[in-house]
């Protein structure tokens, strides 16, 4: 370990604030970067699974009413 | 005597979406474990073990982000722009689909290569920008993406967009040298390259090592979001085909 106690490493010898921010705007962009496609592809399989259904209830009615 | 060349055969199952799809879904876990080790222990050695510079002090620990962001920002355009010519010449699916999945990832890595050295150069060179040579080249980066990610969803036939969007990335390629070379050609205030292929860099081996493994470990995610963009696109655009529809069956 570089620093010699916690608040020194929170602090980064006043430039605490830059460095900070630095890392959390990655942590920001790089999990943007991997949850919007995951979130892209659950939404895609609810509309397929929904659109799936929708077509076999409207197939069974059309098979009920001769 | 005319020499006939074929493509070998894996490089056309490539532009299989369904191969692409199957293989991904083997490769993600591999780089995705990867990217979160090398990340990690990257950010650790980086933050908390590296010495401190002995002009910069602390801040300069940014370099643990703002390097790799730079450098895969400018991957990543190249790749957007090997995939364009893909899709032009052979006409390949997959690679217009990669192509177009670069585009916003890139604008974000370009964002957070800006804002990170926007933020590094307010206590190191006191200011948060200057129309310097290379800070503005990368800003040029940032637009030709913006301008390719637009292409693609402006125009409503997928095919003439992805014609369009490799154009203009073939176009914009042009940048890439420029900003490599661009601390050479002009006098500027951005410090050279850390890492060159020829020489030793001029920063301790506890400083660089690290940096070593957050630039592969920024690789690594980057291969796990592209590969995530691309089959969300798969899927959205094969949605009609037999296989997508087994899938949503078995979801």
Same mark, same amino acid.
């Given at each position: 370990?570089?620093?010699?106690?916690?608040?020194?490493?929170?602090?980064?010898?006043?430039?605490?604030?830059?460095?900070?921010?630095?890392?959390?705007?990655?942590?920001?962009?790089?999990?943007?970067?991997?949850?919007?496609?995951?979130?892209?592809?659950?939404?895609?399989?609810?509309?397929?699974?929904?659109?799936?259904?929708?077509?076999?209830?409207?197939?069974?009615?059309?098979?009920?009413?001769? | 005597?005319? +020499?006939? %060349?074929?493509?070998? &055969? %894996?490089?056309?199952?490539?532009?299989?979406?369904?191969?692409? /799809?199957?293989?991904?879904?083997?490769?993600?876990?591999?780089?995705?474990?990867?990217?979160?080790?090398?990340?990690?222990? !990257? $950010?650790?050695?980086?933050?908390?073990?590296?010495?401190?510079?002995?002009?910069? !002090? @602390?801040?300069?620990?940014?370099? /643990? =982000?703002?390097?790799?962001?730079? +450098?895969?920002?400018?991957?990543?355009?190249?790749?957007?722009?090997?995939? !364009?010519?893909?899709?032009? =010449? %052979? &006409?390949?699916? $997959?690679?217009?689909?990669?192509? &177009?999945?670069?585009?916003?990832?890139?604008?974000? =890595?370009?964002?957070?290569?800006?804002?990170?050295?926007?933020?590094?150069?307010?206590?190191?060179?006191?200011?948060?920008?200057?129309?310097?040579?290379?800070?503005?080249?990368?800003?040029?980066?940032?637009?030709?993406? $913006?301008?390719? /990610?637009?292409?693609?969803?402006?125009?409503?036939?997928?095919? @003439?967009? *992805?014609?369009? *969007?490799? #154009?203009?990335?073939?176009?914009?390629?042009? @940048? +890439?040298?420029?900003?490599? /070379?661009?601390?050479?050609?002009?006098?500027?205030?951005?410090?050279?390259?850390?890492?060159?292929?020829?020489?030793?860099?001029?920063?301790?081996?506890?400083?660089?090592?690290?940096?070593?493994?957050? $630039?592969? !470990?920024?690789?690594?995610?980057?291969?796990?979001?592209?590969?995530?963009?691309?089959?969300?696109? =798969?899927?959205?655009?094969?949605?009609?085909?037999?296989?997508?529809?087994?899938? #949503?069956?078995?979801?």
């Amino acid at each position: 370990m570089y620093f010699d106690s916690f608040a020194d490493f929170i602090a980064m010898g006043g430039h605490g604030l830059y460095v900070w921010l630095c890392y959390g705007i990655a942590a920001c962009v790089l999990s943007f970067n991997i949850l919007s496609p995951l979130l892209k592809k659950r939404h895609f399989f609810n509309e397929q699974t929904r659109r799936l259904r929708r077509e076999r209830r409207m197939a069974e009615q059309e098979q009920g009413t001769p | 005597m005319a +020499i006939s %060349w074929k493509m070998p &055969k %894996w490089f056309f199952q490539l532009g299989s979406p369904r191969w692409f /799809y199957d293989i991904s879904s083997k490769l993600l876990p591999i780089f995705a474990v990867a990217a979160a080790l090398l990340l990690l222990v !990257g $950010v650790v050695w980086g933050l908390a073990f590296a010495p401190q510079d002995y002009q910069q !002090g @602390n801040s300069f620990r940014i370099i /643990y =982000i703002h390097v790799p962001a730079a +450098i895969l920002a400018q991957s990543c355009y190249m790749l957007m722009a090997v995939a !364009g010519a893909i899709n032009l =010449i %052979w &006409k390949m699916k $997959v690679a217009d689909m990669v192509a &177009k999945s670069c585009a916003p990832l890139g604008a974000s =890595i370009a964002v957070l290569a800006l804002a990170t050295g926007a933020i590094w150069g307010k206590p190191t060179w006191g200011t948060w920008w200057v129309w310097d040579a290379r800070l503005t080249a990368m800003l040029i980066l940032l637009f030709l993406y $913006v301008g390719v /990610y637009s292409l693609h969803h402006a125009i409503e036939n997928e095919v @003439n967009a *992805g014609k369009a *969007g490799a #154009v203009l990335s073939l176009v914009g390629l042009v @940048n +890439i040298p420029i900003i490599k /070379y661009s601390v050479e050609w002009w006098n500027t205030l951005h410090q050279s390259s850390t890492f060159k292929v020829t020489e030793r860099p001029a920063m301790p081996a506890e400083m660089w090592i690290p940096l070593l493994i957050m $630039v592969v !470990g920024f690789y690594c995610f980057f291969a796990v979001s592209l590969m995530l963009r691309t089959r969300a696109e =798969i899927l959205e655009r094969e949605k009609r085909s037999g296989w997508v529809r087994d899938l #949503v069956e078995a979801d």
